[in-house]
């Protein structure tokens, strides 16, 4: 059986582990090793964009990161229930352009028994900036 660690239901301490591991891979940028924290299952909506299951999951990290290059992001705890954890983020990127931009937004998660996440709802906002405006590094 497939268990992502720490399972619902969240503490405190646990939700905020979640976040940590999630932003950790993120940032590493392995579509593989990132797919495999969603259930097979797994329902987006990132920004106007659904995206089912692990495979989908994949193509759509390949495609971002194509365009997002640069990419660092930082995750911040904002509430949990028992299998449901709220986060809000920024992260930058620059385009294929040259042009540097911080994304803002807020992600709701919900998490099946096992620890794997099976819906993933991230509402995102772009916002151009300078290269010397830039907070990751």
């Given at each position: 059986m497939e268990q992502k660690f720490p399972l619902p239901p969240f503490s405190l301490e646990d939700a905020i582990e979640k976040i940590q591991k999630a932003e950790d891979a993120w940032n590493s940028k392995n579509h593989k090793n990132i797919s495999e924290a969603y259930s097979v299952d797994s329902e987006w909506r990132n920004r106007d964009t659904f995206v089912n299951g692990r495979e989908e999951i994949v193509d759509f990290l390949t495609g971002k990161w194509e365009k997002e290059l640069n990419y660092k992001l930082k995750k911040e705890y904002w509430a949990h229930t028992d299998n449901r954890i709220a986060v809000r983020f920024e992260y930058e990127y620059q385009n294929q352009e040259g042009q540097w931009?911080?994304?803002?937004?807020?992600?709701?998660?919900?998490?099946?028994?096992?620890?794997?996440?099976?819906?993933?709802?991230?509402?995102?906002?772009?916002?151009?900036?300078?290269?010397?405006?830039?907070?990751?590094?």
């Open positions: 931009f911080r994304a803002y937004g807020n992600e709701n998660w919900e998490f099946d028994a096992n620890g794997l996440m099976k819906k993933r709802f991230a509402s995102i906002n772009d916002l151009a900036i300078t290269e010397q405006e830039r907070k990751f590094k």
